[in-house]
């Protein structure tokens, strides 16, 4: 059989689809103040002690994304009208909801990221949906409008994606393997649409790799653009993903490389900046399961 390149038509003849996704986790993030049996790993210094002790000073390095971060963020997406997808951990809006004001204000997406941001991979089936329907709950609080779209922990279950088409989703983010939506039909009993999420991209890798500057960042993020940008060029649209967290580029030393990016994209015509809830409607309506 031969290789066939990833393609998508986009609407208007788009070249490409750029998906910014803004993920908000603080407020939620592990510590035995919520119950957790430990502190919070992912950590700017990557300090972690597996003692059950609380760990504050990481908590502030989270709490940097609310108080100075968030601002920086929704600046710029307003300044180069940028349509995002904000995925949101409800129980950091229930406990920040100046974030969802923002969110509601810009008229973006909410896409659930969990109730709280903790691994539910260990989750029996029971608990994952007590989980995912809370986070509903919440969000459709702290925002006004249900979330439709899911992205995980990084891990999910076998049961994930029937639970979400029970709670009513209609895409799921849990997939690294392409640039373009597909139909998971094997999962679930129904199809369920998956809308692929790069993690090359992701600013976290300047927490995970603190080597990786923001220029090494902004040149990748733009060398990826490019390319993507030149297959749609020659006839195979696809997407693009840009991982964003608040507490990470919402930096001083590191917004101007966001900045940057989005001063790239907006040279370039045929460019559909939109949520992963729009590409997911556009794909379904144009490839029915």
């Given at each position: 059989?031969?290789?066939?390149?990833?393609?998508?038509?986009?609407?208007?003849?788009?070249?490409l689809a750029l998906s910014v996704v803004v993920?908000?986790?603080?407020?939620?993030?592990?510590t035995i103040a919520r119950g957790d049996r430990g502190m919070e790993?992912?950590?700017?210094?990557?300090?972690f002690v597996k003692s059950k002790i609380r760990n504050y000073s990481n908590e502030s390095n989270y709490l940097y994304g609310i108080k100075a971060g968030a601002a920086r963020i929704v600046k710029l997406l307003k300044r180069y009208d940028i349509m995002a997808s904000w995925t949101v951990a409800a129980?950091?809006?229930?406990?920040?909801?100046?974030?969802?004001?923002?969110?509601?204000?810009?008229?973006?997406?909410?896409v659930s990221h969990g109730w709280r941001w903790v691994h539910q991979f260990k989750m029996d089936e029971d608990q994952e949906r007590e989980f995912i329907r809370k986070a509903v709950t919440s969000i459709e609080q702290t925002c006004g409008v249900r979330p439709y779209g899911w992205l995980s922990r990084y891990l999910l279950t076998d049961n994930t994606r029937r639970l979400l088409q029970e709670e009513g989703f209609t895409y799921h983010m849990d997939d690294y393997s392409g640039d373009v939506p597909f139909w998971d039909r094997e999962t679930t009993g129904t199809p369920m649409?998956?809308?692929?999420?790069?993690?090359?991209?992701?600013?976290?890798?300047?927490?995970?790799?603190?080597?990786?500057?923001?220029?090494?960042?902004?040149?990748?993020?733009?060398a990826n653009f490019?390319?993507?940008?030149?297959?749609?060029?020659?006839?195979?649209?696809?997407?693009?993903?840009?991982?964003?967290h608040l507490r990470i580029i919402g930096r001083p030393g590191r917004i101007w490389a966001l900045e940057e990016f989005f001063k790239h994209v907006r040279?370039?015509?045929?460019v559909w900046v939109t949520t992963r809830k729009a590409i997911a409607d556009h794909f379904m309506a144009e490839n029915p399961a």
């Open positions: 059989m031969p290789l066939v390149e990833e393609r998508m038509d986009l609407p208007g003849g788009a070249k993920n908000v986790e603080e407020g939620s993030e592990m790993p992912v950590d700017e210094l990557g300090v129980l950091s809006l229930e406990n920040h909801p100046e974030i969802a004001e923002a969110i509601v204000e810009l008229d973006h997406e909410p649409c998956i809308v692929p999420y790069q993690l090359d991209n992701n600013d976290m890798k300047m927490w995970t790799d603190p080597a990786l500057t923001p220029h090494q960042w902004l040149d990748y993020a733009k490019d390319q993507a940008y030149r297959e749609g060029e020659e006839g195979n649209p696809k997407m693009m993903s840009l991982g964003l040279m370039h015509d045929g």
